[in-house]
């Protein structure tokens, strides 16, 4: 419930912000001029939108798979979404050595799961279920919507913001005040888009234990692909950078993320079980400055407060 309010706040802060541009701009150069900015802003995200999915292939190295081919990957995934109530995903793999599994596509009957190869090497049956459970939730949250949706908000303001911090138009005084103003709204609202990423990972994750899968399997994946990530080539890690947000964990934050986590493997079999995520429910997670900051900054949750999270969950 405490997820849901937040998000419900964060979603009315950032389109009061939207409104308060409106006005702004509205009364000082006329509804037409602040309607070419907001089309302009809403045609390039429709753009973006559309073209999205061909990217993410292209970029990813994204091959669909027959159940011929994946039969035991095919049957996690339809599994899983019939217990989603939604239209099966289409199924790839990514022949990407780097652990991890995103989903994405334009809309929920245009889901798609994909794993690369690194993950179905690395993952026991339990975990890649929870993993692909994890993007299901996904889908069926529509959560790519919602972060597109969101997103236009700080697209509107960086653009506002060059506009009329660099405009030609010496008579009108205000220009550049505005533009400052935008573009420190622009910051904030890039921020809160971030904190509602961070959430919507918050969502995904219980959604999976909502399908069936155990909170220690998913805990004991999410070890896992960090510890997988970080022996990963850097230079495979700098390939997918702006791609990040899909994935189920910050690749670029993972040898930081290690060192937190091995505490939480007692008997330091490489995974999590039962037991282990349990000690952790009533344990205080404390973080440093720096690693706060980078949360901040970041599309997905500090991993310890994650794992904690989904100790509640058990």
Known sequence: MWLQIRMYILTVVLFGILYAIVAIIGSYLGIGSFLFYGIAAMVMMFIQYMIGPKIVE???????V?????????????????????KKPRVCISEMRMPNAFAFGRWQGDGRVCVTRGILDLLSEDELKAVIGHEISHIKNRDVAIIT??????????????????????????????????????????????????????????????????????????????YGTAKTNKSEIKKVEGYKAFFVNDPSRAINELTELRSLDKDMSGSIDSKELESIRNAKVKLKTTDKIMEILSTHPNM???????????
């Open 58 to 64: 292209w970029s990813m190295g994204v091959r669909y």
């Open 66 to 86: 027959s159940e011929k081919e994946a039969p035991g990957l095919h049957k996690m995934v339809a599994e899983l979404a019939e217990k989603a109530n939604i």
């Open 149 to 226: 949706l969101l997103s236009v908000i700080p697209m509107i303001c960086w653009w506002l913001s060059r506009s009329f911090m660099f405009s030609s138009d010496r008579e009108r005084g205000g220009a550049a005040i505005i533009g400052i103003f935008a573009f420190i709204l622009y910051f904030i609202t890039n921020l809160l888009v971030l904190y509602a990423s961070r959430i919507r990972e918050y969502y995904a994750d219980r959604g999976s234990v909502n399908l069936g899968n155990k909170p220690h399997s998913l805990a004991s994946a999410l070890y896992k692909l960090v």
């Open 304 to 314: 310890l407060k994650r794992i904690k999270h989904l100790s509640t969950l058990s």
